[in-house]
């Protein structure tokens, strides 16, 4: 490429929105040149090797699928096998201090066993009576309109609550219940993100929990490598190593980027550009003054991101439960409680229950992960203190954990955990204001979470460039 050229869609960014949007766009026949700043693809799904055989993910695992797997046809990625967890083995709880039993997940469909009421009791502090009272508040949130739903976006969830339930044990174990799904702080979490974790949407599937299964590289990694192939197939130019500087905008249209490459600055002429980047990120590169003040204000509440605090063991053969004296086969994700409070200290997962190739045979890689708010992955202190905790937990809830461990390794991230029941707005796919440009990924304005957002905003940002949107009011 030149100083200069042109293209018909110019994607910034190659996490999993961006990919996803350059294949189909690509596959449409479009001239698609896609920017990614780091010296590789795919963004938050990040791995890592450990030399023996070893992958460990240290960014996305379980995700929620009703339009992931359209959307990965659409790139037509091809080989790439999942694994699907039944509903009722995605998380269980771990809560420290009760002699190595895990308990059930109060979802809050769930049908009142002698178990689940036990871990209610626990948990949320809640008798029978009082369950029954919790569930009930959960279906009338479940069957508010899409209208009553939208009106608490920006609501958070201790601002809201006291319209549905004057009764402050209720109020306290929904925040709880809410917290179970992974996050540190559920009064800041939206009402409206709160509701819509038990509330289909309409005209679409329910979301079906996956993760990477028995692909010929290990992990989530096979993910991001079959979208690469797909991208190239696509026939979509790929530049790493190539930060946008600016998405050049000239009388509210887009008319291209400015990007860093080997030769110094350069600049790729197009109408369409689709953004796949963070909303607290936008601003570097593109003129704030040039988007609506509802929009700043709401990306603004973004910044506040968090990461985690990590540590992957590996064992020779699965360690057993303390509980059962089995080896743990649990597929899904162990909530862990600590503290006095059974605040949330995190979860367990073990990856090579999902993609064996993770680990050379016989071995078995359990990762543990905190969500932290910045000012503890900043903390030296806390971050050593989160780390000892995981120890201490593996013994407290495995017989053998010392005696099969191979090897562990601990890291942190900080780069985003606590979207999923964010109190800020979600930009939407076609920016306010701006002709041509697209936002996708995790926290673009889509009726999905997480993965799931990312791959179906990335379809609508292409839907809206290939000209097939549906109706607005089908929405
Ligand atoms: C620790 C962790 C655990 C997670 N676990 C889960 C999980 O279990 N399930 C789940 O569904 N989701 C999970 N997520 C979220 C998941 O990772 C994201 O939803 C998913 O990766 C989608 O990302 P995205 O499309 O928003 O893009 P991102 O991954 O944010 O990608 C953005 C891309 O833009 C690039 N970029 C930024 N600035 C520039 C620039 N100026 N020029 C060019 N390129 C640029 C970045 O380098 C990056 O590649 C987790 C996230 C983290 C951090």
């Given at each position: 490429?030149?100083?200069?050229?042109?293209?018909?869609?110019?994607?910034?960014?190659?996490?999993?929105?961006?990919?996803?949007a350059?294949?189909?766009?690509?596959?449409?026949?479009?001239?698609?040149?896609?920017?990614?700043?780091?010296?590789?693809?795919?963004?938050?799904?990040?791995?890592?090797?450990?030399?023996?055989?070893?992958?460990?993910?240290?960014?996305?695992?379980?995700?929620p699928?009703?339009?992931?797997?359209?959307?990965?046809?659409?790139t037509?990625?091809?080989?790439?096998q999942?694994?699907?967890?039944?509903?009722?083995?995605?998380?269980?709880?771990?809560?420290?201090?009760?002699?190595?039993?895990?308990?059930?997940?109060?979802?809050?469909?769930?049908?009142?066993?002698?178990?689940?009421?036990?871990?209610?009791?626990?948990?949320?502090?809640?008798?029978?009576?009082?369950?029954?009272?919790?569930?009930?508040?959960?279906?009338?949130?479940?069957?508010?309109?899409?209208?009553?739903?939208?009106?608490?976006?920006?609501?958070?969830?201790?601002?809201?609550?006291p319209?549905?339930?004057?009764?402050?044990?209720?109020?306290?174990a929904?925040?709880?219940?809410?917290?179970?799904?992974?996050?540190?702080?559920?009064?800041?979490?939206?009402?409206?993100?709160?509701?819509?974790?038990?509330?289909?949407?309409?005209?679409?599937?329910?979301?079906?929990?996956?993760?990477?299964?028995?692909?010929?590289?290990?992990?989530?990694?096979?993910?991001?490598?079959?979208?690469?192939?797909?991208v190239?197939?696509?026939?979509?130019?790929?530049?790493?190593?190539?930060?946008?500087?600016?998405i050049?905008?000239?009388?509210?249209?887009?008319?291209?980027?400015?990007?860093?490459?080997?030769?110094?600055?350069?600049?790729?002429?197009?109408?369409?550009?689709?953004?796949?980047?963070?909303?607290?990120?936008?601003?570097?590169?593109?003129?704030?003054?040039?988007?609506?003040?509802?929009?700043?204000?709401?990306c603004?509440?973004?910044?506040?991101?968090?990461?985690?605090?990590?540590?992957?063991?590996?064992?020779?053969?699965?360690?057993?439960?303390?509980?059962?004296?089995?080896?743990?086969?649990?597929?899904?994700?162990?909530?862990?409680?600590?503290?006095?409070?059974?605040?949330?200290?995190?979860?367990?997962?073990?990856?090579?229950?999902?993609?064996?190739?993770n680990a050379?045979?016989?071995?078995?890689?359990?990762?543990?992960?905190?969500?932290?708010?910045?000012?503890?992955?900043?903390?030296?202190?806390?971050?050593?203190?989160?780390?000892?905790?995981?120890?201490?937990?593996?013994?407290?809830?495995?017989?053998?954990?010392?005696?099969?461990?191979?090897?562990?390794?601990?890291?942190?991230t900080?780069?985003?955990?606590?979207?999923?029941?964010?109190?800020?707005?979600?930009?939407?796919?076609?920016?306010?204001?701006?002709?041509g440009?697209?936002?996708?990924?995790?926290?673009?304005?889509?009726?999905?979470?997480?993965?799931?957002?990312?791959?179906?905003?990335?379809?609508r940002?292409?839907?809206?460039?290939?000209?097939?949107?549906?109706?607005?009011?089908?929405?």
């Amino acid at each position: 490429m030149g100083m200069s050229d042109d293209f018909d869609v110019v994607v910034v960014g190659g996490g999993l929105g961006g990919l996803i949007a350059a294949a189909i766009l690509g596959r449409a026949g479009r001239r698609v040149l896609l920017l990614e700043r780091e010296d590789a693809l795919g963004g938050r799904i990040r791995s890592f090797e450990i030399e023996g055989g070893y992958v460990v993910d240290a960014g996305a695992y379980l995700w929620p699928d009703a339009h992931f797997s359209e959307a990965l046809e659409r790139t037509g990625a091809e080989d790439f096998q999942v694994s699907e967890i039944p509903r009722e083995r995605v998380l269980r709880l771990y809560a420290a201090g009760q002699d190595g039993h895990r308990l059930a997940f109060p979802f809050p469909a769930r049908a009142a066993s002698e178990k689940l009421l036990a871990s209610v009791r626990i948990v949320l502090g809640l008798d029978r009576g009082q369950y029954e009272e919790l569930i009930e508040l959960w279906q009338r949130l479940a069957s508010l309109s899409d209208g009553e739903v939208d009106a608490l976006r920006g609501v958070s969830m201790s601002e809201a609550l006291p319209s549905f339930t004057t009764s402050a044990a209720i109020a306290e174990a929904f925040g709880r219940n809410v917290m179970l799904y992974g996050t540190y702080d559920p009064t800041a979490a939206s009402m409206a993100e709160c509701i819509g974790l038990c509330r289909p949407v309409a005209g679409h599937r329910q979301a079906v929990p996956v993760v990477a299964g028995l692909n010929p590289v290990g992990g989530v990694r096979a993910l991001v490598k079959a979208l690469e192939k797909a991208v190239a197939h696509a026939g979509v130019e790929t530049r790493l190593s190539s930060p946008v500087k600016s998405i050049d905008i000239a009388g509210g249209r887009v008319t291209g980027v400015s990007f860093e490459s080997v030769g110094g600055l350069s600049r790729a002429r197009a109408s369409r550009v689709v953004s796949n980047l963070p909303p607290w990120q936008l601003f570097d590169i593109a003129p704030r003054e040039s988007f609506t003040p509802d929009f700043v204000r709401d990306c603004a509440r973004w910044s506040a991101v968090g990461g985690v605090i990590a540590a992957a063991y590996c064992f020779d053969g699965l360690p057993c439960l303390r509980e059962t004296g089995k080896p743990d086969e649990f597929p899904g994700w162990t909530r862990v409680l600590t503290g006095s409070n059974l605040g949330f200290g995190g979860g367990l997962l073990w990856a090579t229950h999902h993609s064996p190739r993770n680990a050379p045979a016989g071995r078995h890689i359990l990762q543990a992960m905190r969500l932290s708010p910045h000012r503890d992955l900043v903390d030296d202190e806390k971050v050593c203190q989160v780390h000892a905790d995981f120890d201490g937990l593996l013994d407290e809830i495995y017989l053998d954990a010392s005696e099969k461990l191979v090897w562990s390794r601990q890291w942190k991230t900080d780069d985003g955990t606590e979207f999923m029941v964010s109190a800020a707005g979600r930009p939407p796919v076609c920016a306010p204001g701006i002709e041509g440009l697209y936002l996708v990924g995790e926290t673009t304005d889509v009726p999905a979470v997480q993965m799931d957002a990312a791959a179906l905003s990335a379809m609508r940002a292409a839907d809206e460039i290939l000209g097939r949107a549906q109706p607005r009011a089908q929405r």
